[in-house]
């Protein structure tokens, strides 16, 4: 092995020169310095291959936030992020310029610390003008038509009227009337302007909606146009056909106010009684306070009063079809052995009489059998399904799911939701009370919120916009005492389709929100 050697040259320096081969650094040394550069150069890349990505990707999430909160439709928009350049493309949304966008997204409230710093360098726009929509005009004498049909729990808006405004007024007045379901098929005239006498008329009939609701009217259709008001109404008792008349005689409009008007000629008790094995809910409606005093003391002896639910409505009408006390006092015998532990339901419509219960013994199911066949004696049309609870167990999560189930045409009737917003409308805020108040008679299930759109845009938009959508509805039945545990809020984007997207009908479909129960809370 060669020494090191020390070399003491004029320059007042002195260089140590270590030992080794050819005068080289040894091997080791030489080994532990180069693992130290590769290490560093596999930090370097990794760091890179994860920040780059990552700081786009938030990027790409605050300028669709920064253009939604302008009021700007994202969905049409293809957003590429290249360091902190953006190329946008694809198709200019409805009303707004080129300009505008590019205003809005130079504006530095979504830059990043250290080295986004400064946000969006360079910005591209490729996008193309929308395929121009073609409207045909409509005639002076169709500016303005609405016909209303009414049923017992839906009212059904058609027609075209002048304003944003007008229509507003109609379905405020179809949710103070207290109907179940409202469909708003309305639109507005190309202009978006009201004639002369418009609002009056519209007015009017805003009025007479608010009076035909389901404590008021059995059923009901009236019709507008520029001339006329004519309407045919069923009420249920003279009160109620006293307001109508009286509304449609001192409408001041110039046009003429015509129409029938006739009281429900027979009253039916129409009531569902159901039990999840120690509470029994009553809902519906009875002729009269003796029928629902008969039904709540049923209850009471069966499962006792603090366990009942009583949601029955007295509709007091005079005119009813013949005995129909008989059958509510054979309903009110059947309940009154819904023991604790015996669940399923019986309901009552006009004379059709259904069972459907799981018991718990043997002589308990054949005593109902035996008043059933007496039932059928006295004109009454009964089917019943009974069964001992350990054959066949009826599942509180089907029970829920079948009252969630129920509400289906009113959640997608009233549940929607403005382009590229999650704001929940009045009529949505009134039916997920009622899904509150579903889940509130079974606290220790879980219930799935399903979010769904339809194709419209790309697929990673249309999912984030359905899971806002979903925790804004889970966000409320939060509001209304529903325990988060028993919430959980998927937005499946348009994954889902329950109908084809290629028609503008299938995609308002698809434009929907579930309710799934899925199990009990652990």
């Given at each position: 092995m060669s020494e090191s050697t020390l070399d003491t040259g004029a320059s007042g320096w002195v260089s140590y020169i270590p030992s080794g081969e050819a005068g080289k650094m040894p091997w080791p040394e030489r080994k532990s310095i180069l693992a130290v550069a590769v290490a560093l150069c596999v930090i370097v890349a990794v760091t890179l291959a994860w920040a780059v990505p990552h700081f786009e990707n938030t990027l790409d999430r605050l300028s669709k936030e920064r253009l939604e909160q302008a009021g700007i439709d994202t969905s049409s928009l293809n957003f590429r992020w290249n360091y902190r350049d953006l190329t946008l493309t694809g198709v200019l949304p409805p009303n707004v310029t080129v300009e505008r966008l590019a205003t809005v997204l130079r504006q530095k409230e979504y830059a990043l610390p250290g080295l986004f710093a400064n946000g969006m360098r360079k910005l591209r726009l490729q996008l193309h003008q929308p395929d121009p929509v073609v409207v045909e005009l409509a005639k002076s004498d169709q500016q303005l038509r609405v016909?209303?049909?009414?049923?017992?729990?839906?009212?059904?808006l058609d027609g075209v009227v002048q304003t944003d405004q007008q229509r507003n007024r109609l379905v405020e007045a179809a949710l103070r009337s207290g109907i179940e379901?409202?469909?708003?098929?309305?639109?507005?005239?190309?202009?978006?302007?009201?004639?002369?006498?418009?609002?009056t008329k519209i007015e009017t009939l805003a009025d007479m909606l608010i009076l035909s609701g389901p404590g008021n009217v059995a059923s009901a259709q009236l019709s507008l146009d520029e001339n006329n008001l004519h309407y045919r109404i069923i009420a249920h008792d003279n009160e109620a056909a006293a307001a109508i008349e009286t509304t449609a005689a001192i409408a001041v409009v110039d046009f003429r106010v015509t129409g029938e008007l006739?009281?429900?000629?027979?009253?039916?008790?129409?009531?569902?009684?159901?039990?999840?094995?120690?509470?029994?809910?009553?809902?519906?409606?009875?002729?009269?306070?003796?029928q629902q005093r008969r039904l709540a003391f049923a209850v009471g002896e069966a499962v006792g009063s603090e366990n009942l639910i009583d949601r029955l409505e007295v509709t007091d009408l005079s005119a009813r079809i013949s005995g129909a006390d008989e059958r509510v006092d054979s309903m009110a015998t059947i309940l009154t052995q819904f023991a604790p532990g015996v669940k399923g339901e019986v309901s009552l419509n006009g004379t059709n009489l259904n069972v459907n219960a799981a018991v718990g013994t043997e002589e308990v199911r054949s005593y109902l059998q035996e008043i059933a066949a007496v039932a059928r004696k006295d004109g009454l049309n009964v089917e019943e399904n009974l069964t001992l609870l350990h054959e066949k167990p009826l599942s509180d999560s089907v029970l829920l799911q079948s009252e969630l189930d129920s509400l289906a045409d009113a959640i997608h009737a009233?549940?929607?939701?403005?382009?590229?917003?999650?704001?929940?409308?009045?009529?949505?805020?009134?039916?997920?009370?009622?899904?509150?108040?579903?889940?509130?008679m079974y606290p220790s299930l879980q219930v799935?919120?399903?979010?769904?759109?339809?194709?419209?845009?790309?697929?990673?938009?249309?999912?984030?916009?359905?899971?806002?959508?979903?925790?804004a509805v889970r966000d409320y039945l939060i509001s209304q005492l529903i325990d988060s545990e028993r919430l959980v809020a998927v937005g499946y984007g348009d994954r889902q389709p329950v109908e084809s997207n290629d028609t503008a009908a299938g995609r308002q479909r698809n434009r929907r929100v579930h309710f799934n129960v899925v199990g009990r809370l652990k």
């Open positions: 016909t209303v049909r009414i049923g017992p729990s839906e009212m059904i379901r409202i469909n708003d098929n309305l639109e507005i005239a190309v202009a978006n302007s009201a004639k002369v006498g418009g609002d006739n009281l429900i000629k027979n009253g039916v008790v129409d009531v569902i009684a159901r039990s999840d094995g120690s509470r029994l809910l009553l809902q519906g409606s009875v002729l009269s306070e003796e009233n549940i929607v939701f403005g382009s590229g917003n999650t704001n929940l409308t009045r009529a949505a805020k009134i039916t997920l009370d009622k899904v509150a108040e579903k889940m509130k799935e919120v399903e979010g769904h759109t339809d194709n419209v845009g790309r697929a990673l938009v249309n999912e984030r916009v359905s899971q806002r959508r979903a925790s």
